[in-house]
């Protein structure tokens, strides 16, 4: 089946633009995250949404950063007068709720801030 | 602090030339280990989870395996294909991963 699809793959802004990423999650999966992802680490947790709600967005680094789920299926990761520090992969992983239900991970948004 | 840590960081293995990857947490009250494996310009992609020492998974030519402080994962008589990063990340409150840097792999025919 489809996997988690994530719009536009590459993004190149200049700095203090505003920008949208979309996440289209699996199909029935409840649960959806965002994490980013600097060269040469690992992916940094932001966000996760259960259903329409956020339960958690202690990762979003300021208050530049939004996220929502109107639906509970698509989000989509807003970033507010974008700085070149903002530079990275954005992905999007979502699951079904339950302790073994893994993550799966789209191919995420490289975002460069000029 | 960091509380996952994975080595080495980068890895150069002959075709055939088995090897484990390391990867030591501080989380307290485990909820979960994950393996990933990552290519380049792609997401993470599950390999594994486990929840209590003592457990093994294995897939193919991969065998994760935890104890209380860290996991292994064993790259037996790898191929070409397996060259990739593996991503170890620990579950800690409300589903949230916190990874570690990765482990680079390549496998040279």
């Known amino acids: 089946g489809a996997g988690v699809s994530q719009t536009p793959s590459n993004k190149v802004t200049e700095k203090g633009k505003y920008v949208e990423l979309r996440c289209d999650p699996i199909?029935?999966?409840?649960?959806l995250y965002w994490y980013r992802q600097s060269l040469g680490q690992g992916p940094e947790f932001l966000i996760y949404?259960?259903?329409?709600?956020?339960?958690?967005d202690s990762g979003l680094p300021n208050d530049r950063f939004f996220a929502v789920r109107p639906e509970g299926s698509v989000s989509t990761l807003k970033i507010q007068r974008t700085e070149r520090g903002d530079s990275a992969v954005y992905l999007c992983?979502?699951?079904?709720?339950?302790?073994?239900?893994?993550?799966?991970f789209g191919n995420g948004t490289r975002l460069t801030v000029t | 602090e960091d509380q996952v840590t994975q080595s080495p960081e980068a890895l150069r293995l002959q075709e055939g030339e088995s090897s484990s990857l390391n990867c030591s947490y501080t989380?307290?009250?485990?909820?979960?280990l994950f393996w990933y494996r990552q290519d380049p310009g792609k997401g993470p992609e599950f390999l594994f989870t486990l929840y209590s020492a003592g457990e093994e998974k294995e897939k193919e030519r991969l065998k994760a395996t935890l104890t209380k402080k860290e996991s292994f994962l064993h790259i037996t008589a790898p191929k070409p294909e397996d060259s990739a990063t593996y991503l170890c990340a620990v579950e800690y409150g409300n589903n949230r991963l916190a990874f570690g840097k990765g482990n680079q792999v390549v496998v040279i025919p």
């Open positions: 199909s029935g999966h409840t649960a």
């Open positions: 949404f259960q259903g329409t709600g956020a339960a958690d």
């Open positions: 989380v307290s009250g485990l909820r979960g």
């Open positions: 992983a979502s699951s079904f709720q339950g302790r073994d239900s893994p993550l799966h």
